[in-house]
């Protein structure tokens, strides 16, 4: 299922991971455009139900119109304590893909996307009082270079934070391309698409907490998910996919496995199957599908 907002990716391996049961109910932690939660309620019986979570307020335009199914605009890192709201104390499934979507990318004022001149704003939800802007004109040079360099892989993250934080002491940095303007020098016209995405990244997963909200979303799924319950999972970089990865394999996102008395581990989770990648036909139709890995783990 597509639409103009965003096309899913990995639409029915992903859904297809959760072993729907009718009557059960189920999470798209990240909503977006609805196109995973359109194949989950295909998949759903009467008695089913659907609670889908979106921090964007932009994505409340395409709720869906069925009884069974309900919309939060929360980000899912708050995602037991609305759940409890809403009396669900367990799930069967829950379903995230933690890409930014098409929609958001191809929305030039909102500032994601390197093909726009536009504001430095890169908020998921307008709710959030810090933006791009905030990021680049006001932390510190040690700040800037470890978020350049944590979150986007930058290699020359130092120098780029220093000659950033030189030229904003002149003027404010307000736009995409007056960040491009002071960075250009980083910028060798074979590499400057990549560089750019790089520090694009790193702002965006800053200004949002990206991963800070990924393991606090992951560490309350085993509470949430019955024995037997699914976890599906799309991830788009290796921050993400490592996270996802290492909390299917250990329940920790770091540290050493805890063991009992007599060596014995409790994980949380077994994985189901293999990493699973789009096929070239997917990526042909939807190039931004390309990055996409989706791992699949059941509550014991």
Do not use: C, W
């Not at 899913?8 to 932690?29: C, F, H, Q, T, W």
């Not at 810090?130 to 680049?136: D, G, L, M, Q, R």
């Not at 996919?241 to 050493?256: H, N």
């Amino acid at each position: 299922m597509e639409t103009n907002y965003h096309r899913p990716v990995l639409l029915k391996e992903s859904v297809d991971g959760l072993n729907i049961v009718e009557g059960g109910i189920y999470v798209d932690a990240t909503f977006g455009g609805g196109g995973h939660s359109r194949e989950i309620l295909q998949r759903l019986g009467p008695k089913g139900k659907l609670f889908a979570f979106d921090q964007d307020e932009e994505a409340l335009n395409n709720s869906l119109e069925d009884e069974r199914f309900t919309l939060i605009n929360e980000n899912f890192r708050f995602l037991r304590q609305f759940l409890k709201f809403y009396g669900i104390k367990q799930v069967d499934g829950i379903l995230a893909d933690f890409g930014v979507s098409s929609h958001q990318f191809d929305t030039a004022a909102r500032g994601f996307s390197i093909r726009f001149d536009a504001d430095l704003d890169m908020r998921m939800s307008k709710r959030n009082s810090k933006s791009a802007y905030h990021v680049i004109n006001t932390y510190s040079y040690d700040d800037l270079r470890r978020v350049l360099y944590a979150y986007g892989e930058v290699k020359r993250a130092d120098a780029i934070a220093a000659t950033i934080v030189e030229a904003r002491s002149l003027e404010p940095i307000k736009t995409s391309a007056d960040l491009k303007k002071v960075i250009k020098k980083f910028l060798p016209a074979f590499k400057e698409n990549k560089i750019l995405a790089q520090i694009y990244q790193a702002i965006r997963i800053e200004v949002n907490e990206e991963l800070v909200a990924l393991e606090e979303f992951l560490a309350q799924t085993p509470q949430l998910l019955k024995k037997g319950g699914r976890l599906s999972l799309i991830s788009y970089h290796s921050l993400e996919d490592r996270l996802a990865k290492r909390f299917i394999q250990t329940g920790k996102f770091r540290g050493e496995i805890e063991k009992d008395f007599y060596g014995n581990t409790a994980l949380p989770f077994k994985k189901v199957g293999k990493l699973i990648v789009p096929d070239a036909t997917e990526i042909k139709s939807n190039s931004r599908a390309r990055s996409g890995k989706l791992r699949i783990a059941e509550r014991i």
